[in-house]
Each structure stands twice: as C-alpha cells, then as structure tokens.
C-alpha cells in the first residue's frame, strides 16, 4: 500500500452518472512527477528514489512491471525466480522478481513488486504498469507532468480532468494473462480493426506483419517501402515502414499514418502497437477506474500526422 498520497480531492470535469445510492466518482491526487523527454529516444522519463538514491525511470505503459537495474537495489530487498531473459542488444541478462524495498516515486513511499536485471548495457529502469497501473493515469506531455490520481465512489463513467477535444476509448479485455496489465484499445487501420497496445516506452509505433497482410499489404509493397535499423531481439534488424491510408483511434482520425511492419515481441493479444510518435500529440488520460482511455488534442481540425521511424 502506498503511503504519502496527498490528501486532496481534486473537481471533476466529466462526470458520469452515479447510481442510486452511491457516491459520485472522485479523484484525488496522489503524486506529481516531472517529465523529460530522452533526446536520443523520444521517450519520457521521470525520477525515482531507492533508498534515498535516484534512478532514472522511463515511464513505459507498454510493460506490465517495473524493471530495474541490480545495482539500484537495496540487499534488503526479497528476490525471487531467478532467471534468463533476452535483452534487445542480443546477450543474456540475468533478471530475478521481487520485493524491491525503500521506493519512493513523488510523494508516495512503497515496497513494489519489480524484475530486476543484471548484465547488459542499460543502467536506467523502466516505471510499469505493475507500479502505475492502480492509479487513473494523467500522461500530460505539453506540460510535462505525470500525474496520478486515486479514484473512488461511482466511477464506471470516464471521469477526467481534461477539456477541449476528448476522444475517449474503451479499454479492451486482455485475453492472456500476461497482458492483463496494459493498456490495450481498440484502433482501425486500412479499415481492419485490431487490438493496439498503448505504450509510451515505445518510440515509434508498429503494426504486425499477419494484421499489414489482413489489410491487403503484401510482401512485394513491403520490400519496395523504406527500411530503417531497429535493434529487435537477436540484434539490428531492417524494418519496412508502409504507409497505410488511414487510422481510426475512437472518433481521432490519421490520415496517411506511417507505422513499422514487423513481427511485434512481447504482444500476442496485440497486433498494433502505439508509440510516442502518436501520444505526444495528446494528451492522454488512462482511466483505470472506467476502463476509458481518453485522448486530448489540439484545437486544430486533425492532429499533426505522426512521423513513423522518422
């Protein structure tokens, strides 16, 4: 259980209907994180505490649990179900999961559950579900903050702190165990709808090769797209990136969107993955408590086209 929540129960702005007899659905605000924008990555970090020491944290929507490196955990801590997991540079890294103690994030002081990794090359951690996902969710990058919200009463009806134009998004039902965690939503690409994993560790976003071959793209379109690098499991990799004639997110249209085609990793529930060169055009509500995603962009007649892999 976290402790230090503020004690502050914020107005609403979307509201829905409370059932009789119960309370209207409230938000209080637990934390405030600032965010930075990774320069070489895209990606949005944000600062933690380990007992009293900082790390690094990329906030990572896409991953159902906090990873962090052996070297900013305590003795103290309980680790369990040692084991060997595949880092994207292609060698081995030993990661165990466990109590991690002395965790600070904000004003909130917990023990959090955690994979912790040794070996390989990345000395930051990641901030997952498994640590945020209990909170209604405010990704705000125009104003770089990360909030997070307690949610209680009446709350089936997305309640939000935003205005302006609000593209909500049920959330859809994970179908393993394993993704029960992300935050996964419904999108329409090419006219074919499939189920997209919102993921702000992710810089670019990415479709898979069976759901591009479901639209009508073959092979043959692929192999004349450009091609990028991206380091995938096993080393670097040549990824097409195709250009589809539209995405529909709820009522927020894309036209034109570039996307990669590559088998996606770690998303057998998911075959379309939303990345940073999407969401930062937003900004992004996760109602857990409602099962909503809701998408704030701006007042422009459609948001600008996202760049792909660049």
Known sequence: MWRGALAVVVGLIMTGPAGAGSLPCQLSLATVLPLTMEPN?????????????????????????????RSAVPDTSRLFARGEAVGVEGKGVSQERGTVSGFQLGRLHADIIADVYSGGKIAHGLLGMSTIGQYDIDF?????????????????HPTVLLHGNLFPVAEVTAG???MAMRVLIPVTVGGKTFTAVVDTGSAVSSIGLDAAHAIGVSDTMLARDRHV???????????????????????????????????????????????????????????????????????APSPPLPKGAG
């Open 176 to 178: 393993s165990e394993s």
């Open 140 to 156: 705000d990058i125009p104003d770089r903050e990360l909030r997070l919200f307690t949610a209680s009463g009446e709350c089936s």
């Open 229 to 299: 690098g991206m380091m995938m499991v096993g080393g670097r990799t040549a990824v097409p990136v195709h250009q589809f004639s539209q995405m529909d997110i709820g009522d927020l249209v894309f036209q034109n969107p570039r996307l990669l085609v590559t088998k996606l990793v770690g998303t057998r529930d998911a075959q379309v993955l939303l990345g940073e060169d999407f969401l930062r055009n937003a900004h992004l509500w996760i109602s857990h408590s409602s099962n909503t995603v809701v998408f704030q962009v701006p007042a």
């Open 41 to 69: 990555s895209g990606i949005y970090s944000t600062e933690a505490k380990i007992d009293g020491r900082p790390i690094t944290l990329y906030v990572d929507t896409g991953d159902p649990v906090t990873r962090l490196p």
